[in-house]
């Protein structure tokens, strides 16, 4: 006969039976009488069922996690084939085998206790007088008795959750789940910001913080578990996946039992319930924060009394913000509530106002394009094409007000430009011009100095106006321009001397440099 493969026995809690039956708790039952033959000592094994079988290959009846009841009626007494029985078992998963003496084998077959020694998996000797049913009904009864235990204590600790919840919200639901747990507890709001904890992890948000960036990859998922060699630390989802209005942060020394999950996830519909606003209090916070920013934009208040009050609504006074605008197109109605709403469901720190001219928002530099994402998006999916948005560069919290004009700019050249988004940060001349009444409005300024050069329709003309765009665009530098140009640099300090005897510019005034660029770049066709 072929040789037998000896296994190791697989692992001794069935992953998917929380309510498993201790071994040892078997054995320590007297009216049994059951005695462990291999190994020396009980080990950490959890049983699902007890199953008697007295088949030569019972693996098709089998579906791990048993202790499996025999006889060995059909026992072959041949070694090899005791343990080619013994190798199946294990590979079906098998959790233990108890073997009853008296009917057919005085002792246990040695070839079995061999097998068992050698796999690891447990081996129980059961006496003639223990009935196999007896067994079966103790793993019952003892299955039964835990259920039981486990709906108890969470019953029980809904009430005192609830209790605690109603006496000292958030903070105090935090500390009676620490409790029961034997855990450290940490609340984060929908911005990440700490809400309560209860137990001490100095690290704790830091380490929750790093997992949620790697939930975001996984959009359906609502909880993360991390399992270490110290314990597991387990993060849950607040509120509705489209829009969580917090997290809950749980670490216990080791793993969560089903009864641990349980409760877990009852302190997840109650904090649900405390972080939940409703419809009236999200929009008395939109009015709210709206008064802060209308005050942050007012040059006669002071800006760090008002900076204080935006860390209610998720800033910091060291933040760098951006101001954003959402200009709608003449005659349209104020995209507010679109915004607003975007910005709530991109879960970020935010203050928004309807200004004379368009929604002004104050958000992180950090959350600046997340931001701009979302409310391009909100306007996108409720057809709002006329709203076109302007971002400013960013600026210290206590300057944000500077913020609005620039918006503003990055916002007209977007419309100009036929985009969505304007980006201040990435305006050029040209894109400032593309506004027709910015356009017109250079060009009238700029019409008498350049009146010469550009009225004029003679050969010189024509190489003077080309020779001072291009030493212009060149930053006013001798050499670059000159190179660009194809002369030598007295020449064009030649041509130059003559520009500022037709248009009466310093061209070493940066001012003046300033305004005939401007004026060159508004000309039609330009």
């Given at each position: 006969m072929?040789?037998?493969?000896?296994?190791?026995?697989?692992?001794?809690?069935?992953p998917d039976d929380p309510y498993g039956v201790s071994l040892a708790w078997l054995l320590?039952?007297?009216?049994?009488?059951?005695?462990?033959?291999?190994?020396?000592?009980?080990?950490?094994?959890?049983?699902?069922w007890a199953h008697a079988i007295e088949v030569l290959d019972p693996t098709p009846f089998l579906g791990g996690g048993e202790l499996v009841l025999t006889t060995g009626l059909r026992m072959p007494r041949a070694h090899a084939e005791q343990e080619a029985y013994v190798v199946r078992l294990v590979a079906a998963g098998v959790v233990g085998l108890a073997f009853g003496v008296g009917v057919r084998f005085a002792t246990i077959p040695v070839g079995l206790r061999d097998a068992c020694r050698r796999t690891g998996l447990p081996l129980l000797e059961v006496p003639l007088p223990t009935p196999f049913v007896a067994i079966a009904q103790a793993v019952a009864a003892r299955r039964a008795e835990q259920e039981n235990a486990v709906m108890h204590r969470a019953v029980t600790f809904q009430r005192q959750m609830t209790r605690a919840a109603l006496d000292g919200g958030v903070a105090g639901l935090s500390a009676a789940l620490a409790h029961e747990l034997h855990a450290t507890v940490l609340v984060l709001d929908e911005l990440e910001h700490p809400v309560a904890s209860a137990g001490e992890a100095p690290d704790l948000r830091?380490?929750?913080?790093?997992?949620?960036?790697?939930?975001?990859?996984?959009p359906g998922r609502a909880s993360i578990a991390?399992?270490?060699?110290?314990?597991?630390?387990?993060?849950?989802?607040?509120?509705?996946?489209?829009?969580?209005?917090?997290?809950?942060?749980?670490?216990?020394?080791?793993?969560?039992?089903?009864?641990?999950?349980?409760?877990?996830?009852?302190?997840v519909s109650l904090l649900t319930l405390q972080r939940e606003r409703p419809r009236e209090l999200v929009d008395a916070r939109h009015r709210l924060g709206a008064t802060v920013l209308e005050l942050l934009l007012d040059d006669?208040?002071?800006?760090?009394?008002?900076?204080r009050h935006l860390e209610h609504f998720g800033f910091e006074p060291g933040d760098r913000v951006r101001m954003l605008?959402?200009?709608?197109?003449?005659?349209?109605?104020?995209?507010?509530?679109?915004?607003?709403?975007?910005?709530?469901?991109?879960?970020?720190?935010?203050?928004?106002?309807?200004?004379?001219?368009?929604?002004?928002?104050?958000?992180?530099?950090?959350?600046?394009?997340?931001?701009?994402?979302?409310?391009?998006?909100?306007?996108?999916?409720?057809?709002?094409?006329d709203v076109v948005v302007g971002v400013s560069g960013a600026l210290p919290i206590g300057r944000a007000a500077s913020g609005r004009a620039a918006a503003l700019h990055a916002a007209a050249s977007a419309r100009a430009s036929h985009q969505q988004v304007g980006w201040y940060g990435t305006l050029t001349l040209e894109a400032i011009l593309a506004d027709d009444?910015?356009?017109?409005?250079?060009a009238t300024l700029a019409a008498s100095p350049l009146a010469p050069l550009l009225d004029g329709d003679s050969e010189?003309?024509?190489?003077?106006?080309?020779?001072?765009?291009?030493?212009?665009?060149?930053?006013?530098?001798?050499?670059?321009?000159?190179?660009?140009?194809?002369?030598?640099?007295?020449?064009?300090?030649?041509?130059?001397?003559?520009?500022?005897?037709?248009?009466?510019?310093?061209?070493?005034?940066?001012?003046?440099?300033?305004a005939l660029l401007l004026g060159l770049l508004a000309r039609d066709g330009t």
């Open positions: 072929d040789t037998v493969s000896m296994t190791a026995v697989p692992p001794a809690v069935p320590d039952q007297d009216a049994l009488g059951l005695r462990l033959v291999e190994p020396a000592e009980a080990p950490e094994v959890r049983l699902g830091d380490r929750v913080v790093a997992e949620l960036a790697g939930l975001a990859a996984w991390v399992v270490s060699g110290t314990g597991t630390l387990a993060v849950q989802r607040l509120g509705g996946l489209e829009r969580p209005s917090g997290w809950l942060a749980v670490e216990v020394p080791g793993a969560l039992s089903v009864g641990d999950r349980l409760l877990l996830n009852q302190a006669d208040v002071v800006a760090p009394s008002v900076v605008i959402a200009v709608p197109g003449k005659g349209r109605t104020s995209p507010l509530d679109l915004v607003a709403h975007a910005l709530d469901a991109a879960s970020v720190a935010h203050v928004e106002t309807d200004a004379t001219d368009g929604v002004l928002v104050l958000v992180r530099d950090e959350d600046v394009h997340g931001s701009a994402d979302a409310v391009a998006e909100g306007l996108a999916r409720a057809g709002r094409h009444v910015v356009r017109a409005r250079v010189r003309e024509r190489v003077l106006l080309e020779s001072l765009e291009v030493f212009l665009r060149h930053n006013g530098s001798w050499e670059t321009a000159s190179r660009a140009l194809g002369v030598h640099r007295h020449t064009l300090r030649n041509r130059m001397a003559r520009v500022e005897e037709l248009t009466g510019a310093r061209l070493d005034v940066a001012e003046d440099r300033v």
